[in-house]
């Protein structure tokens, strides 16, 4: 294995990075043994911080983008405080460390950062590097440290064209109305049942695309923050079957409660060989992994998130760039 060590990184809270006397603490999912001078949150995906956390991390700037606050705000009902507002493009000085925050591709108001200092470090949060429907696909950035997640960070997950998934998904549907009323299709809330809202609302299928309430917040916030999604149905009170019409529903929703017949999306899917599921995901598959850390330029990488021990293997042996799992 490689050895190179330009800062400390470790995974203490949520991703803990020490740097020239300066304390960063990235997606904070319990409160650090020490307290940061800054906080970064990419997204409001619930296993990218704690509520507790924030809340008890005081007096420290929080940086993320405006629909990831108004999306953590709205889902606990409170009022995040040191928050700092920050989206696409920007760049500048937080408590005194100069950073930059770019579009991360993976849900409305999810944003990857670079911190410049003598060793310039990034970190991607979770990232999608394909453009999709409702969403611009994230620029990789240039970094002598990457931090990267590594959710589907084995060969095997390698994603289909997603103009092809998306022929797939449409077609699939149809063949199903011929026979059903309603007909379920589910994917994570945040980040692709927008995008599927987007899909099927313009698709012309001819029948009515309704959106579980949960999934309806979260499209009415990307609506403020970014593209329109369409004509679509929601309900305050969810029924399954009712009304007649394509459902969008949360993917726990339709694996737990096992409504039928249901299309799954989720990259998690490539190994489930089931002829209603499809890898449509938020996330870059194993190839775009490597092409980020190929194309970054980094002379040491930490992996989050996923298959980080696997992903960190691969780095060391086939790239021969100093890589180590969090």
């Not at 960070?153 to 994603?159: E, Q, R, T």
Request: proline fraction near 5%.
């Amino acid at each position: 294995m490689l050895e190179r060590k330009k800062v400390n990184v470790e995974y203490n809270g949520g991703i803990l990075i020490r740097i020239a006397d300066r304390c960063i603490l990235a997606d904070p999912k319990s409160i650090p043994n020490v307290k940061p001078d800054l906080v970064l949150l990419s997204h409001a995906h619930s296993d990218h911080y704690s509520i507790r956390a924030l809340r008890a991390i005081r007096k420290v700037p929080k940086v993320m983008s405006r629909a990831t606050r108004e999306i953590i705000e709205k889902k606990h009902d409170v009022k995040l405080r040191e928050v700092v507002d920050v989206e696409d493009g920007f760049c500048g000085e937080v408590n005194g460390i100069y950073l930059e925050a770019y579009n991360a591709g993976h849900c409305i108001g999810s944003l990857q950062f670079r911190l410049n200092f003598k060793d310039s470090i990034v970190y991607t949060g979770d990232v999608n590097l394909s453009k999709r429907l409702v969403l611009e696909k994230a620029r990789i950035l240039k970094g002598d440290v990457l931090i990267i997640e590594s959710t589907y960070g084995l060969p095997s997950y390698i994603f289909p064209d997603r103009r092809k998934l998306y022929c797939e998904i449409l077609e699939n549907i149809v063949g199903l109305m011929d026979m059903y009323d309603v007909v379920y299709v589910s994917g994570r809330s945040l980040g692709t049942l927008q995008e599927l809202t987007f899909l099927l609302s313009v698709s012309r299928i001819g029948m009515p695309v309704v959106v579980h309430p949960a999934v309806y917040m979260y499209n009415l916030i990307h609506e403020k923050y970014g593209p329109p999604l369409g004509s679509y149905i929601s309900t305050s009170k969810y029924i399954p079957g009712k009304p007649r019409g394509i459902h969008l529903i949360p993917l726990n929703l339709s694996l737990n409660a096992k409504l039928e017949p249901a299309i799954v999306c989720t990259g998690w899917s490539i190994r489930w060989n089931k002829s209603n599921a499809y890898p449509l995901s938020s996330h870059v598959d194993f190839s775009q992994l490597l092409e980020y850390v190929e194309k970054s330029g980094a002379e040491e990488v930490y992996t989050v998130y996923g298959f980080t021990k696997a992903f960190a293997d691969y780095i060391n042996s086939k790239l021969g760039i100093y890589a180590k799992p969090l």
